[in-house]
């Protein structure tokens, strides 16, 4: 009797329909990565153009370098020694351009002239470093302790110091800071927040009375985070305790143009 014979059963060949979806999605996966790598590219260029105006200056800690009427200068009314790299009139003209600090100059001599006037010498100060020219104003006199409000008694000398800067056209950035002590009894649970706030406020008035327009306006809150005196004493404390008004030079007024396009 002959043996039945067995049926071997054999794997079905799949066939090169496979290669069909899978040659769609490497020309797929082949076109995102063209799409990046072009994105890549511009945002490379674009970054390298914004690292060179930086000059590798904003990430430096505190902002104390900068020609200024104030105590500690040097022979050319230059403070010294600070992170931003100027130490003396003749850099800030080789940075800025002699036409530039000119302006800068006559405005600063404008604001020290009214500030003096209405006896503010002691609470809002100026200077010109690279950035451009700050009005440092005492958190102080502009602001109870834990509060954002602007101080009634106060507004005038905002207006008065807006109503200068509003005949130019460059932006003008309000920074807000604070010393390193942990905030407490206030609606804001951190000194940034507080910082950002008071920064806003002042932007806000600028804009409210003095008919400044919003897109030059700049309003950043940094905390405790950027010092410019010691933060171990109480005279250090209370210098840290800031709004800085700049009114940026070409170099950082470029910087913005690029930013908001």
């Known amino acids: 009797m002959s043996k039945k014979r067995e049926h071997v059963h054999q794997e079905e060949e799949a066939g090169e329909a496979w290669l069909l979806p899978y040659s769609d999605l490497m020309t797929l996966l082949l076109a995102v990565f063209i799409v990046l790598f072009a994105v890549s590219k511009i945002d490379a ?3 390298q153009q914004i690292s060179e105006q930086f000059s590798g200056t904003m990430m430096n800690k505190g902002y104390e370098t900068g020609v200024s009427s104030g105590a500690g200068s040097n022979g050319n009314g230059a403070q010294t020694g600070g992170p931003l790299n100027i ?3 003749s850099e800030l003209e080789s940075f800025m351009g002699e036409y530039e600090l000119r302006k800068l100059e006559n405005l600063k001599a404008e604001l020290d002239t009214k500030l003096h006037n209405q006896g503010m010498d002691q609470s809002v100060s100026t200077m010109i470093d ?10 102080a006199i502009f602001f109870d302790s834990g509060s954002a409000e602007i101080k ?3 507004e005038d ?3 008065e110091v807006a109503g200068l800067l509003n005949t130019i056209d460059n932006y003008i950035r309000v920074e807000g800071h604070t010393d390193n002590v942990p905030i407490r009894r206030s609606n804001y649970p951190s000194n940034w927040e507080l910082s950002t706030a008071r920064a806003v406020n002042v932007v806000k008035l600028f804009i409210d009375k003095c008919n400044f327009s919003p897109d030059k306006l700049i309003a950043v809150g940094y905390g405790e985070f950027k010092p410019v005196a010691d933060n171990a004493t109480a005279e250090g404390r209370a210098k840290n305790r800031r709004i800085d008004v700049i009114v940026l030079s070409s170099k950082y007024d470029n910087l913005e ?3 908001v396009k």
Request: hydrophobic content about 35%.
């Open 130 to 139: 690279m950035r451009g020219l700050v009005i440092r104003l005492n958190n």
């Open 45 to 47: 260029e674009k970054a």
């Open 257 to 259: 143009e690029q930013l």
């Open 152 to 154: 009634k008694q106060s």
């Open 87 to 89: 130490e003396t009139q």
């Open 157 to 159: 000398t905002l207006v």
